[in-house]
């Protein structure tokens, strides 16, 4: 979108909102696949303010508004639980949202977008790739945290965003469907890809098997705990606030460490065409284990430990799979910067896949190695 534009859809956005700030600038911001996230200035009587303004991305989560009842209800525990320990920066850790000026967690404009508000956090940002181990190790505490605040969230179940976000044998299924349609004529060219995926049916219904069984628990979970939904301190590198709360509803402890392993351990970003580059980091491994379990241990059972190495292939798999899906679809779900880009994502996602399955019992040791 042109400078221009941006700036006039940022103004009427930022008059649906109870800012009590003068609106200055604002530009597209962030990496995220999904939603539109604009940064934008503001002027408080002479003070400079950042905000988040985010337009949801309806195509994916058709709710929007009960998305919103949920995030607002998570970030209020948050909050009242931060400020019941007199934690001096509870503003700062946890996203709040801005009330629109009829008092809601989100506002419509004219032609029908769905908009929310947040305080930028300052100080602190998110890694497409992480530079240190100890950065691993913050992120995986803070997501563990998360998870264990959103245990005692009460009241009713949270909605569920998006249906089988995290039900792998049905992402499988969708992408059978996707290879017979054929829509964009792309099939023939991702034999070996298609194969691959199909190859790991028994992979996909690993873990939604034992949830069906009633070994794995269902938990309040965030469900995209990719390493730039936590923010890091800039100073400290601690996880100073998770982020992207769009999918937090009921799902699995082990879809949120899966998605870290898929995220944090790898030696490459997600869509490197460089596959000889790409392997595992199992130093990297250790340390997210590490500050994960700080944070998890004391509510994991039994079952969730023993396939917490097993999860980081599984939502690698998982991931490979959908975006393979999408590009046979013709790219209409995840946002791309080139036209192969979708493709070349799900050939990282999958030689990375097939580096877990190297490394797999050796991960397992660095597991029990710290429990
Ligand atoms: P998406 O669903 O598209 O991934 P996110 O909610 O993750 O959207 O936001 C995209 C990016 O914007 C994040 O990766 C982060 O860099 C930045 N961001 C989002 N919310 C905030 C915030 N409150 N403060 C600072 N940065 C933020
Ligand atoms: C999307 O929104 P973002 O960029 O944090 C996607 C995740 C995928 C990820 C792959 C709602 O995450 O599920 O794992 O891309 N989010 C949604 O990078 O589909
Ligand atoms: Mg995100």
Redesign the pocket.
Known sequence: MPTVLVAQTLREVSALFDMRADFVHGYL???????D?YCAHYDQAGLRLRY?H?RINTNVFKTPIELMENVERVTKHSLDRLLAEGNPEARRRT?TCVPSIEGKPYAIDSAGNVWRT????ERA??YDELETNEQAFQAAKAFGSFQKLAADLGGARLHETIPNFHNTPKRLEALQVAIEADSANRAAEVKSEIEFALARAADCARITGLIASGEIPERVTHNDTKL??V?LDDVTAEGV?V??L?TTMPGSALYDFGDMVRTATPTTREDDTDLDKLDIRLDRFESLVQGYLGSAKSFLNEAEVANLAFSGKLLTLECGIRFLTDYLQGDVYFKIKRPNHNIERCRNQFAFVAAIERKLSEMEKIVSGNL
């Open positions: 911001y962030g990496s995220g696949h999904i939603n996230t988040i985010q996203l947040y305080p930028f956090i940002r998110g730039n939904n923010l606030c982020i992207d769009d």
